[in-house]
């Protein structure tokens, strides 16, 4: 896929979609760098990258604190020198009626979802100019097709669509590359995360999670990760400003 030497920052990287993401860009030559809360599983998949002959570290960091988009490009930065790829992965869920929903609720989303891929984009920017780079948005189908009781992350991933067009048309003349992607129903621990917002019971949750394991409408997360890493690619060189929907046409 020609990222043989790339290096690419990838946010929420310790699982689901962007644990694939990561393993797959390492297993076609890109360097990752794998980022996320959770250090122990940061260290499980720097070891699975590593023992397939990938070359990956790890930094932790929670998009929730501010100042996280700047430390991770300092970072990549100081570990390489350079910046190709950044895949803004990382999200959170909520799911509450519209009475119960608090400013505190939006402020979460708002921070995670939206304002940090913009300012991981920002930061990385002089480097990404300087790579003649490219960036990927993993967005939701929810960002076109509302969920009951999900109003802000839905109005959110859709800002993130709109976010994703607006900087690849202003950004064109930098030859930086800014794409989406929108996952339906995908088998990682967010959906686990959302069955347990929506339940507030755990052992229902969990079993609505093996359920939708086998559902064959759903995901897995290698399936996202594939368009993912050709969008990173100099085959999808032409591709810019695209919200491509990955739900084998669930949203139709």
């Known amino acids: ?19 694939a993401t990561a393993i797959t860009l390492a297993s076609q030559g ?17 070891k699975i990258i590593r023992d397939q002959g990938g070359q990956a570290e790890f930094v932790s960091c929670d998009l929730l604190d501010p100042q996280a988009p700047e430390r991770i490009v300092e970072e990549a930065i100081r570990l390489w020198g350079r910046i ?39 930061s990385a920017l002089p480097f990404l100019r300087e790579s003649k780079g490219t960036v990927i948005n993993v967005s939701s ?24 067009q607006g900087l690849a048309k202003d950004l064109l003349k930098d ?48 399936q996202i990760a594939s368009v993912i890493a050709f969008l990173a690619s100099e085959q999808a060189s032409w591709v810019n400003g695209a919200i491509i929907p990955i739900n084998n046409g669930v949203h139709l």
């Not at 969920?147 to 991933?157: E, R």
């Not at 019971?201 to 609505?208: G, K, N, R, T, V």
């Open 141 to 164: 189908i929810n960002a076109i097709r509302n969920l009951s009781n999900n109003l802000i992350y839905d109005t959110i991933k859709a800002g993130l669509n709109h976010m994703t």
């Open 175 to 222: 030859g930086i590359r800014i794409n989406a992607v929108m996952p339906g129903g995908t088998k990682t621990p967010l959906l686990k995360e959302w069955w347990q917002h929506m339940t507030m019971d755990a052992s229902i949750a969990e079993q609505l999670y093996i359920d939708a394991c086998s559902d064959p409408n759903n995901a897995d997360p290698q």
């Open 30 to 46: 890109a360097t990752v760098l794998v980022c996320g809360r959770d250090t122990i599983r940061g260290e499980e998949v720097l």
């Open 84 to 122: 190709d790829i950044v895949v803004n992965n990382a999200a959170m869920v909520s799911n509450k009626v519209i009475d119960n929903i608090s400013m505190e609720d939006w402020d979460r989303l708002l921070q995670v979802n939206l304002k940090a891929p913009f300012f991981l984009i920002q």
């Open 1 to 19: 896929m020609s990222i043989t030497g790339k290096i690419a920052i990838i946010t929420g990287s310790t699982s689901g979609i962007g644990e």
